[in-house]
């Protein structure tokens, strides 16, 4: 064990660096209009995400693994995920919104106090993706509760995510 | 009244008792009594005499009422009304019964009890023979099968504790001899009571169809 | 010159407690080979969490309302009543070590009825872990402070650290072996790793953070800061009595400096070797962990039975 | 005045106004209500007499004693010697018995028109009568009166409810107990009796030394186990969770509160007044029953969801800690360290009126809590906080109490029991230390696991959803109910708040031991009650503890909730439950807090599982109808100790059964035998 940390230590040049210039090359849907005057100072420090499965096929939810893993490691920005959404800032939420989810999805937004922010991650989650029409399926999330922003792509890798989330950051504050 | 006469008269009370044991038929044990409890009283006249206290007088009185007359009428009675002539056997055969109450005077008679027959040197015999007759009668107690002859041995043990009391030279204290009327009154009444009630309940007064209480 | 040094030591624990988990979540990061959140992240969390609203529930009692006010008060009051940087405070309610254990005791039974009191079978079970844990530690903590109040004479935390270091030498081996009991017990009652993972997210594993799943907004930042509180206690209780080289004797500028140098440092010490134990070894599972209770109390045993 | 109170007078004046009460309830019997007040009134007025009498006898250390000589002369003169140490019980139960009638004036009406309130109103006073007078006796045939009174009355007090079956089963088991106790110190007062001829406790003392040592040692054991059972120490101690369940909530207040304290003060009166030099194993058997006692107490609450049996085996707890007190404080006397042992015995006097408080105070909350839901069962209580907010207050006051958490009273005499037990671990040579570890290690653990008991009892009564349909319907109780409660929680806090000062009276209630007259006290106290333990050992404010937790927790408070973030809004919703919605069978139970615990002392506890399935119908075993899961922790002295016994005595008995023959010749002869026996003997 301990000659692997002996290793680590040696060569520490695996992060990948998210400078601001290419910050708003990947493109990004703001659906809901709501302005958070409170908001911009609030979240630059620190961000809870709580994440929440609608239904998903577990293909988003790899990509927001991989988030933590030591090459995107969105922990240097200050982001990190929480159990209880109770202590969330930000709802992710991923996958179709399925008919018996849709309570608990509504919960877990009652549950979670002001400020928040409610983020759509996925093709699926926006409008159903392939699955939209079929009768499990509720197809708009927003009918439920009230969705800020939308993170394209089926799935999204965790650079667009990652890249996305700094930027929802970055549009906020400017508000 | 000198002193052989007084052992005179306790040798033939200590042969009635010996008598008690080994008759057969209930009137005769009932004879038996009377002759005792003719002696008790003779005993106490010798006593009243030697000391002039009017008690004693009243309490031979009573003893020559109640023993000597009332208490056999009615024993007659009862015999003569529930027919039980025979029913007076023994769970020891009369030589083994012999052997015991030679052993209870010998033990009676042994130094062993002196400082109790000891009490008045002069009384010594005396005091040890109404000792042993106090042995004897409860032996006869424990002896009898019929109720009746249980309720005589009873009576006898009364008599010979009586005879104890006076040769000890107690017979003064007030206190006793109202103790003698009044056990007199009650042992007679409780007797009679008794033979009757085990008379009616059990049929029989043969005291071993009582262990039917046993649980 | 005192008020300074009593503020100074009313405000000390709360302000450096945040940093020194910081200073262990990056520890793990850095092990883990990534670069992990920076050290004052904690502070904007707190910061962050003190200014959002709260969500409470409606089966919750005035019980869950005022705990966390409670169980940060007790980390304050003890946070006085222990030597931190200098050694005879001037005026100091209580050093004595029972009072602490048993404040700290306070704390624990509040936090454990608020976890109880919304009615979630999260809470429940994690105020059951914690009680079990808490009580199978306490022969433990008291123990090896006992062995230390046994070899200065003395049970004032303040007079222990006072004692002059020719007599900490000489019972060095009895000193050691209740502070291996004292940093199991630090292990537990802090939450850290072998008995309960501090950044887990599956409920069933959980035991401290299941007693918070229901609090949000100021009262998480406070229970939070209660427990960053509880932790660095415990570690500068470990560094000023165990360790008692370099915290200043009189009040002289200097030497407070020095001492609040050689403090942070120790802290420093300890959060380092937590994080590395974090990262080597694995949770271990939750019936095994009385047995290193016990160990702990066996280590303080036998160093009292060395002492004398 | 006051000079008159304490006198002879005073003390029959308080006697006769329990008698008047005892006897005005008999005869008002017939109108409930009537009854009810004036038996508690009196028990009130009789009681707060007492605690009048008890505090100026103890002030002025003005002690007395005499004798009601009646007309046997020298054989049963009823002699009283009320000094310190009977004069600090006294005020004990009298302050436990004023709080107690108080909530009985309200508790005591669920009860009317169900059974006789003038026969509860008797037998309580009579109780309190008795109590009063066991502690003040100093002849032991009146001891033995005196204690038997107070069995029989406890005993119709425990059987009162007899509707329930449980309840006359629990005090036929209560009785049988008592009366083998009796019977202990009943061989023990024969014993003493044969050596020193006098019963009287005075005469006792002066010619202890005819006493020889052999003796002394089955003196100590017939007492250790006739006033352990009364005290309920761990093997004896199999009534006392049945019996204190059984009566009536402000009885069982009394009960384990006081009641079970008349064994402690026996303990004292003999070990530290009348056998005075005691060999060195009477100490360390006490310290080890202690021990045993205290760990043991908690282990078997923590397996209880029947909450007035819990308290039952916190009282056993408790009677531990004070036995470790008492221990150490014999050892430290043979060992000839008067002032410790006058520091341990302290320790347990305090503890004991810091028990008798708390205790009572959770009894009776207990109580008000089962009056509203009619169950005693925890499994089914919860979130009576919201019914019930004040009793949740004083049971919480009670709760922290016990669990000996600063600011409140349990911790000043734990504190204080500790410090004992260091100064043994400290000054003693190794070959005496070793039991003060185990002392110290025992109470270590029973302190944890008595806060995990505590969170465990107030979290499933008081906390989250109410489990039962009774609870939706419960009410604050009465208003005399809660002033019982509320003052006991105030003397739980004010004693916290002055304990310097209770310590320096207790020393004087320990100096008035012939033992500890001309001894220094280890324990200095100055002004703001700091008082330290052997110059500068240890020391403890409690009254500036108690006020810098207030402010600081108020500052915190203020800061929090007013500086940072005034305009914070608090949304109220449901709990989170995952996404799952909670009803209330899923929250934690006493079961299931406990579980876990109990698994780790598996090895003392033997706990039992067992599951049963019904099926609908027997053949198909797919359709499971109810699942039943018992996790039960069965009772190993009953199983190991008592049933054996029980065996033994059955098969005796059937042995002897064989004389019965029926036959009357067969028993005179017996008699006959004897007799002549006897007489061989004599002569």
Known sequence: MSNIFLKILKDRNNLININNKDLNKEELFIIGKKIKENINSLFNGSLAIRQIDAGSDNSCEQELVALTNNFYDIERFGIHFVASPRHADMLLITGPLTRNMSKAVKDAYDATPDPKIVVTVGDDAFDGGIFNGSYAVLDKISDIIPVDYHIPGNPPSPKTILLNILNILETNRKK | MSILFLQFLLEIMFLTIIFLHLLKKNSDVVLAYIVQSILISLVLLNSFIETGDILILWVILCVLVVKVILGPIFFRRLIKKNALAFSVSTYLNSPLTLVLISFVTFMAFSNKLLPITNIIPSYHILLSLSLSMIFLSLFLIVNRKGALSQIIGVLSLENSIIMFIVFAGLEQSPGLQIGIIFDIFVWIIISTVFASMIYNKFGSLNVTEMNRLKD | MNIFILILQFIFIPLISPFFIGLIKKVKAMLQNRQGASVFQVYKDLWKLLHKDEVVSNDASWIFMIAPFIIFGVTLVVGVSIPLFISNLPVYVSGDILLVVYLLAVGTFFLALSGMDTGSSFGGFGSSREMTISAMAEGGLIFSLLTVSIVYQTTNLFNISNGNIFIHNNFILSIILAFAGFFIVLLAESGRFPYDNPDTHLELTMVHEAMILEYSGKRLALIEWASANKYVIFASIGANIFLPYGISHNTAILSIIFGILFLLLKISAFSFIIGVIESKIAKFRFFRLPDLLLISFIFSVIAIGIIN | ?683
């Open chain 4, 1 to 683: 005045m006051l000079q008159l109170l304490t006198s002879q007078i005073g003390f029959y004046l308080l006697l006769s106004i329990f008698l008047i009460g005892s006897l005005g309830s008999l005869f008002l019997s017939k109108n409930d209500k009537y009854a009810n007040i004036w038996g508690n009134a009196f028990a009130i007025l009789g009681s707060s007499l007492g605690l009048i009498f008890s505090v100026s006898l103890m002030l002025t250390n003005r002690t007395f004693s005499f004798n009601f000589n009646s007309l046997y002369q020298h054989f049963l003169d009823f002699s009283f010697n009320v000094d310190m140490l009977a004069g600090f019980f006294i005020g004990v139960i009298s302050l436990i018995a004023i709080f107690c009638s108080f909530f009985a004036l309200g508790y005591v009406k669920h009860f009317y028109n169900k059974y006789n309130i003038g026969v509860l109103g008797f037998f309580y006073n009579i109780l309190i009568a008795s109590l009063i007078l066991i502690v003040t006796s100093s002849n032991a045939i009146w001891f033995l009166i005196a204690w038997e009174i107070m069995s029989i009355s406890s005993y119709f007090l425990v059987v009162y409810d007899r509707n329930d079956e449980s309840n006359v089963k629990a005090g036929f088991l209560y009785l049988i107990m008592t009366y083998v106790g009796t019977a202990f110190i009943l061989f023990a007062f024969l014993l003493i009796y044969k050596y020193t001829n006098s019963f009287d406790f005075s005469i006792i003392k002066s010619n202890i030394n005819l006493i020889p040592f052999h003796i002394k040692n089955i003196i100590f054991i017939f007492s250790i186990i006739g006033f352990g059972i009364k005290a309920g120490i761990i093997p004896l101690h199999i009534w006392l969770p049945a019996a204190h369940p059984a009566a009536p909530s402000h009885v069982s207040a009394l009960m384990s509160g006081v009641m079970i304290k008349t064994g402690i003060y026996m303990f004292i009166r003999l070990f530290m007044d009348i056998l005075q030099p005691i060999p060195v194993w009477w100490g360390v058997t006490i310290i080890i029953i202690g021990a045993v006692s205290s760990l043991l107490g908690v282990l078997y609450a923590l397996t209880e969801h029947d909450i007035k049996k819990l308290l039952a085996y916190h009282s056993i707890e408790n009677i531990g800690i004070i036995l470790l007190g008492l221990g150490s404080s014999m050892i430290f006397n043979f060992l000839g360290m008067m002032s410790l042992s006058l520091l341990s015995l302290m320790a347990a006097l305090f503890h004991t009126l810091n028990h008798a408080v708390f205790k009572s105070l959770l009894f009776l909350s207990a109580g008000s809590v089962i009056n509203e839901v009619h169950t005693r069962n925890m499994e089914e209580y919860g979130g009576v906080i919201k019914y019930m907010p004040q009793t949740a207050l004083f049971f919480l006051i009670g709760s922290m109490a016990i669990s000996a958490l600063p600011p409140f009273n349990g911790f000043f005499s734990e504190w204080l029991t500790f410090q004992s037990l260091f100064q043994g671990i400290i000054q003693l040579s190794p070959n005496f230390n070793w039991i003060f570890i185990v002392a110290t290690g025992s109470l270590a653990f029973t302190g944890g696991l008595a806060l995990a008991c505590f969170v465990k009892a107030f979290g499933s009564i008081f906390l989250a959803k109410p489990r039962s349909q009774d609870v939706k319907h419960a009410k604050e109780s009465s208003l005399s109910m809660r002033i019982g409660m509320g003052f006991l929680a105030l003397f739980s806090i004010l004693l916290g708040l002055f304990s310097g000062y209770t310590t320096i009276l207790l020393e004087k209630v320990g100096k008035g031991l012939s033992i500890f007259n001309e001894v220094f006290s280890s324990v200095s106290v100055s002004g703001d009650q700091l008082f330290q333990i052997n110059k500068g050992f240890s020391s403890i404010r409690s009254f500036s503890i108690f006020i810098f937790i207030i402010l600081v927790i108020l500052f915190s408070f203020l800061v929090f909730k007013y500086l940072i973030n005034k305009n914070q809004k608090l949304k109220i919703d449901k709990t989170w439950g995952c996404g799952t919605d909670l009803n209330s069978r899923m929250e934690i139970t006493t079961t299931g807090f406990a579980k876990s615990i109990i698994l780790i002392f598996k090895g003392i506890l033997k706990p039992s599982l067992q599951s049963e399935i019904k099926y609908h119908d027997s053949e198909s075993r797919y359709l499971p109808k109810s699942m039943t899961v018992t996790f039960k922790v069965n009772n190993v002295y009953s199983k190991y100790l008592y049933k054996p016994i029980q065996k033994i005595f059955n098969l005796l008995s059937i042995k002897v059964k064989k004389i019965q023959s029926g036959n009357i010749n067969l028993y005179i002869s017996y008699i006959y035998i004897i007799l002549i026996i006897l007489l061989f003997f004599i002569l």
